[in-house]
């Protein structure tokens, strides 16, 4: 009753009048009054339990369901926050009631002023947010709309009840391409409308919404939506962000009745442009998919990257699960094929090529030199040097980054390299005093000599690291691919497995650590005056 009391105080101190309090499911709730500049408006706060450890939700409270106001849902919920990133003291419940309020009642008060066309096209930008909040269905478009062609919802006949009465729902909308098994394919009709031809909109309409609806709209229009041929309409209504698109759905009953689905958009800009990013119309290569390399083709297919290549010839196995991105589904498959498979789940319209196969016969075809960036991720030393080698000879315009990481936790490499620019992996091979070659990376994190693989069943040698190694130096290596520059980037780590293993830091994981030596280092710091490489 302590928290009831702060909070009915903290109301009548605003000027509140409080009409009735009540609590279910832990959700204390208010239904008051209260006059803003001229108006009174009725209103509802309900806290999620007994405390504002959350922003309390606020309501207009109405008798009929709202339409057509921004920011405010069907049951009057008011929108005054996205609630992300806001900051405000818990124990403050006058100060945050306040704001509350005032915010509320502002915004109330700008929507009820505004002419009714002005207000509607407002609301247009939240057409979809708000179907969703009333109940209206959900269904998936995984590409672009193109309105050149047919459309086409795929429809699964749903029994339901005790009668097993069968009901359709529809899955996905297509333009052509079928992808779920045991459905129908029915026909689709696309409007082009205003905000201001939609009747009140709810999850579901009868004969009344529907003869009120074909009234408003055009010759054109009426002709499109009373088509025989159609079993429902894709709407497409304008708006500052494009426009907002949702489905009339009828079926094969003659009578115009039926439900209203919100599209979930999934097709690639849409996705990009919800990360804050841009589509990359660039083809990237990731040579070697184990722990490191499944990672960074994972942040380049979902950062924007068009086109992914994926090249390893291993299969999937249970030894790989505990630092792999993919599953136990996935045990005894290519992996190339099982992670093109799950990029393109994850990002609908991505171009993903697998190769299951080693990489030698690619590089004797020439098949890597025109890809805009070359990830190898292979773990041999040897190998991605011929590599780097042959692109520089051969001047491929490509990108081309060797990732790493070293056991125990120590740390990881990108090292970014472009043909033409000096720097190269090859100059990381030779002592800078003598210009002489040496057996193993002079940068690094684990001193020589050491043996450093493991064994758990006599035979099958692995290196210990955790995911979250392979993660942080995923990540290192796609930032580099995509800032598309010539840089040298490593990180050092705590090293608590590596001291648990014995195994020995070098001099410069110690300078790293203790940040007497750079984490990022520009192509040209590193490299070589007599390397046979890029010195050349």
């Avoid at 919920?77 to 996205?82: A, F, K, L, M, Q």
């Avoid at 509320?104 to 057409?127: C, G, W, Y």
């Avoid at 459309?151 to 992808?179: C, F, S």
């Avoid at 759905?249 to 039926?258: A, E, I, L, N, Q």
Wanted: some cysteine; proline content about 5%.
């Amino acid at each position: 009753m302590i928290f009831v009391n702060k909070v009915e105080h903290a109301l009548r101190d605003l000027g509140a009048k409080i009409i009735s309090f009540e609590c279910k499911n832990v959700l204390p709730t208010w239904d008051f009054s209260f006059i803003g500049e001229g108006m009174e408006w009725p209103l509802r706060i309900q806290t999620y339990g007994w405390n504002i450890y959350e922003l309390p939700a606020i309501y207009w409270r109405v008798k009929t369901p709202i339409w057509g106001w921004p920011h405010i849902s069907l049951s009057g919920d008011v929108c005054i926050s996205d609630r992300e990133g806001l900051e405000y003291d818990p124990e403050d419940i006058l100060g945050v009631l306040d704001w509350l309020l005032r915010k509320t009642v502002r915004m109330l008060e700008q929507n009820h002023s505004m002419p009714e066309i002005a207000r509607k096209e407002l609301f247009a930008d939240e057409l979809e947010g708000y179907l969703r909040n009333c109940g209206a269905k959900a269904v998936a478009i995984d590409e672009p709309l193109d309105t050149s062609k047919a459309l086409y919802a795929e429809v699964e006949l749903v029994k339901k009840g005790k009668m097993n009465l069968v009901y359709p729902v529809v899955r996905r909308i297509n333009q052509g391409d079928t992808q779920i098994t045991n459905c129908q394919q029915q026909r689709l009709g696309l409007v082009d409308l205003s905000i201001h031809q939609l009747p009140d909109l709810r999850s579901e309409w009868d004969v009344v919404w529907w003869n009120s609806f074909i009234e408003r709209l055009s010759t054109s229009q009426r002709d499109i939506a009373t088509s025989a041929k159609y079993r429902g309409l894709l709407l497409r209504v304008p708006n500052e962000y494009g426009y907002a698109l949702f489905l009339l759905y009828w079926g094969v009953r003659p009578s115009k009745k039926g439900a209203i689905y919100f599209l979930q958009r999934q097709d690639r800009d849409y996705l990009i442009q919800r990360t804050g990013g841009e589509p990359s119309p660039r083809h990237a290569i990731v040579v070697g998919c184990g722990s490191v390399g499944s990672r960074v083709a994972e942040h380049l297919a979902l950062s924007g990257i068009e086109k992914l290549t994926l090249v390893d010839g291993d299969t999937f196995s249970a030894d790989n699960l505990g630092r792999h991105i993919l599953g136990k589904q996935s045990i005894s498959k290519p992996k190339v094929d099982e992670l093109a498979q799950l990029f393109r789940e994850r990002m609908p319209g991505i171009d993903v090529e697998s190769k299951a196969m080693h990489v030698q016969p690619l590089l004797a075809k020439g098949a890597l030199a025109t890809a805009d960036a070359i990830v190898l991720a292979t773990g041999n030393s040897v190998l991605e040097r011929s590599i780097v080698r042959r692109a520089f000879q051969e001047g491929w315009p490509s990108l081309i980054v060797s990732t790493s990481v070293e056991a125990g936790g120590l740390g990881g490499h990108a090292i970014a390299m472009r043909p033409g620019v000096r720097g190269c992996l090859d100059c990381l091979y030779i002592d800078p005093d003598t210009q002489q070659p040496l057996a193993g990376l002079r940068t690094a994190l684990i001193a020589p000599d050491q043996r450093i693989t493991r064994q758990l069943t006599g035979c099958g040698a692995f290196t210990p690291y955790s995911s979250i190694d392979a993660t942080r130096t995923a990540l290192m290596a796609a930032e580099r691919v995509l800032a598309n520059t010539p840089v040298y980037s490593r990180w050092a780590g705590e090293g608590t497995l590596a001291k648990a293993e014995s195994i020995q830091p070098s001099d410069t994981y110690h300078a790293l650590r203790a940040g007497r030596i750079a984490a990022d280092l520009d192509s040209s710091v590193f490299a070589q005056p007599r390397c046979p490489c890029c010195g050349v």
